[in-house]
C-alpha cells in the first residue's frame, strides 16, 4: 500500500521559516520525481517545487529564492524549507509523486498559515 505522509504544517508570523516533510512507503522512492503542490482556499492547486530522482530542482516563480526542496532517499523522505513566509503563502501543502507510466500518488495534505 502506498502512502505519502506530510508533516511540518502550522502557523508561522510573516518572515518566519517551516519545514514540511513527507515520508513515503510502498514506493521505489529513489525512481520518483517529487513535487510540493498548495491549494489555498477558492484557488487551483498549485505546483510549488519539484525535485527529480537525479536531484535536480525546479520552483514557481513565487517561492523563488524562498523555498528550498530536497531529498532523502535513504529515508524515502521529501522536504521543503520554507523561509520569508508571507500570507499569500497561506494554502494546503500536498505531497506528489510520480513516474510514468505508473499512477502518481498524492498525501493527505498539511495546513500552512502564515499570519501578518
Known amino acids: 500500500q502506498v502512502q505519502l505522509v506530510e508533516s511540518g504544517g502550522g502557523l508561522v508570523q510573516a518572515g518566519g521559516s517551516l519545514r514540511l516533510s513527507c515520508a513515503a512507503s510502498?514506493?521505489?522512492?529513489?525512481?520518483?520525481?517529487m513535487d510540493w503542490y498548495r491549494q489555498a482556499p477558492g484557488k487551483q492547486r498549485e505546483l510549488v517545487a519539484t525535485i527529480t530522482s537525479g536531484g535536480s530542482t525546479n520552483y514557481a516563480d513565487s517561492v523563488k529564492g524562498r523555498f528550498t526542496i530536497s531529498r532523502d532517499n535513504g529515508k524515502k523522505t521529501v522536504y521543503l524549507q520554507m523561509n520569508s513566509l508571507k500570507p499569500e503563502d497561506t494554502a494546503v501543502y500536498y505531497c506528489?509523486?510520480?513516474?510514468?507510466?505508473?499512477?502518481?500518488?498524492w498525501g493527505q495534505g498539511t495546513q500552512v498559515t502564515v499570519s501578518s
Open positions: 506528489h509523486a510520480l513516474r510514468p507510466p505508473y499512477s502518481p500518488y
Open positions: 510502498g514506493i521505489w522512492f529513489s525512481m520518483y520525481v
